[in-house]
């Protein structure tokens, strides 16, 4: 069965808006641009995600929350976060005037949480922080809750009219100053479908080697697929898009925190970009 781009944003979205179930943690953050092409002049309300497996429900953080608001347009960046912050609820409206391929990044401040030992060892070992639960054995505290600062850190590419595989501004590709962030080295809006991308994992600027980083692809009429990779030597993953859809991608980094409330401080990172391969290719 052949879907219209509009009609798998719409099975996407069913997806991304389905309650969490039980006691589920909520774990990766995402902006979401519907959709994720558009003209010149268009003005978008970007949403924000938060879930598991590509499927989510609306954060309902607060303004307060962001410490970062950022659109990296080809002609240069602009700072939204005054606009975007007047009221308690976040509102990210971005007017995309220019052609080109336009990033928006968004971070937030720490928020608490402290899970009995169980559940925070499973998540350490779910989320690939293998790293962390050595450093509890060493520490004795495998037993003992897990006290935990996590912050948040998106990162979102929007094209704007046409591809153009000459890109002189090369927005999508510049690192924000995120504390935690995804990079891409090509434009995914200039590549055929099976076409391999890579995405670079920074950390305060520095790249990340041996990062899990987790791949979501909702594609239209089939189930979200994922993918794990670890980072290279170089803080290098490298994958093919295989067809027509959204991606999301999410890493975390975890390292003893300095804060009296946390033993632990987290930083989750996540892309997301959408992938229409031109008919033909």
């Known amino acids: 069965m052949r879907y219209s781009f509009r009609t798998y944003i719409r099975l996407c979205l069913v997806g991304w808006t389905c309650l969490l179930a039980g006691t589920a943690l909520a774990h990766e953050f995402w902006l979401l641009p519907t959709p994720f092409f558009v003209a010149p002049g268009t003005s978008l309300n970007l949403r924000v995600f938060v879930g598991e497996n590509f499927s989510g429900e609306r954060w309902a953080g607060k303004s307060s ?21 007047t009221a308690d609820t976040l509102h990210a409206a971005v007017t995309f005037r220019e052609p080109g391929t336009h990033l928006v990044a968004l971070a937030t401040n720490n928020a608490f949480l402290t899970l009995d030992a169980s559940k925070f060892n499973s998540y350490l ?36 009219g046409t591809p153009a595989a000459l890109d002189t501004a090369r927005a999508w590709s510049r690192p924000t100053g995120l504390p935690l962030e995804l990079v891409p080295e090509q434009n995914p809006y200039t590549l055929k479908a099976g076409a391999s991308l890579t995405v670079r994992v920074l950390a305060e600027g520095q790249p990340q080697a041996g990062q899990l980083v987790q791949i979501w692809q909702c594609s239209p009429g089939q189930p979200v697929r994922i993918s794990k990779l670890y980072s290279n030597q170089n803080g290098r993953v490298l994958f093919r898009l295989t067809g027509a859809g959204q991606y999301l991608l999410s890493t975390v980094r975890m390292v003893p925190a300095t804060l009296p409330e946390a033993d632990w401080q987290s930083t989750w990172a996540s892309l997301t970009f959408g992938f229409r391969p031109p008919a033909g290719r």
Request: hydrophobic share 30%; proline share 5%; with cysteine.
């Open 65 to 85: 929350r962001i410490t970062q608001l950022t659109h990296f347009a080809p002609t240069g960046p602009h700072d939204l976060r005054a606009a975007a912050t």
């Open 125 to 160: 070992k779910e989320e690939g922080l293998d790293y962390i639960l050595l450093e509890r054995q060493k520490r004795g505290s495998l037993n003992q809750p897990g006290r935990e600062a996590y912050r948040r850190c998106a990162t979102t590419l929007v094209q704007v």
